[in-house]
Structures are given as structure tokens and as C-alpha cells.
């Protein structure tokens, strides 16, 4: 017996930024129905998660110039809903909260059931890839950003030293 993913194929549906700030489930029209239709028929289904999940008292807004975008947690149920399955969160509005933003921001994906990479809770964590299994194969995603102030990077963690909540930096 063969399983799916032995086939070699899989369908990946693949978006660019998503900043959720209300119900997606709510809209009926029938194009942007057809377009969640899109996303839930592929295998792995990817988005640039570009805010942070967090409450209201989790995390300050950092002093950086711009909109500091917030995702209320409930809100991730209307992602799955939509479609995407696997995101990114190395982006210039992970730290938008600051660490203890970052750290709200995985909790709640996690709880949510998103695999994600490109936070942590240190460099090492920052680094790794997130994991989602289909019926058509394994995908891993590995996630940077280029775009960041200083004080966004995640820290190294070693033996005497935990190391530093924030974003896999991509410098050069």
C-alpha cells in the first residue's frame, strides 16, 4: 500500500502579508469564496503572519515609528478557516509588543494549532523550522527577515545565559 505522500505530490497555496484585524468567516461574496476554496484544496497553505497575536495586556507598543498591528487571538480561528495552515513571524511587526509580545504571539499560535517559525524565545528557536504534516509530505518552513532594528533580534541562548526572545535576523 502506498500512502498520499509517497505519490510526490503536493499542492501549496502561497500568500504574502496577512494582518487580521476582524472575522473573515463573516464575508458570504462568492470571489472571495472561491479564494478560500483555493487555500483550503492545497496541501500546505503559507502566509506572512505580519502582526502579533496577543491581549490587550500582553506586551507595550515599542517606541519604533509605524502602526503596531495586533491580531486578537480568537481571530486565529478565522485563519484556519480560511485556508492557511503554516505561517511566518519573522517580520518588522513581530516585536511590535515587544518581547513579551513575541512570546504572547507564539503562545497563542501554538494553542491555536499554527505551526510557525521565525519567533522565539531564543536565537536557537528563532532558527528552527516549523513542521506541517499533509497528506501529501512533510513541509518545513525556515523564516527570516532582513528588515528589523537591533533590539528585534532573538538572543543566543547558552549554557549560563537563556538567551533572548525575538526575530531570526538576515543580515549581511
Known sequence: MLYDSEWGEITMALAGDIMLTRQLSVFKEARFLQLCELFRGADASFAN????AHEYHEGSPTVARGTCMTTEPKLLADLKWFGINIVSTAN???FDYGEDGVLACIRHLDAAGVPH??????????????YLD??????????AT??????????????DLQGRPGVNPLAF
Not at 503572519?49 to 502579533?52: I, L, V
Open 49 to 52: 503572519f505580519e502582526s502579533c
Open 134 to 143: 499533509t497528506r501529501g509530505g512533510r513541509v518545513a518552513l525556515i523564516a
Open 92 to 94: 518588522n511587526h513581530a
Open 146 to 159: 532582513a528588515f528589523f532594528n537591533e533590539w528585534n533580534q532573538a538572543g543566543e541562548q547558552r549554557a
Open 117 to 130: 517559525a521565525g519567533t522565539g524565545r531564543n536565537l536557537r528557536e528563532a532558527r528552527s523550522p516549523a
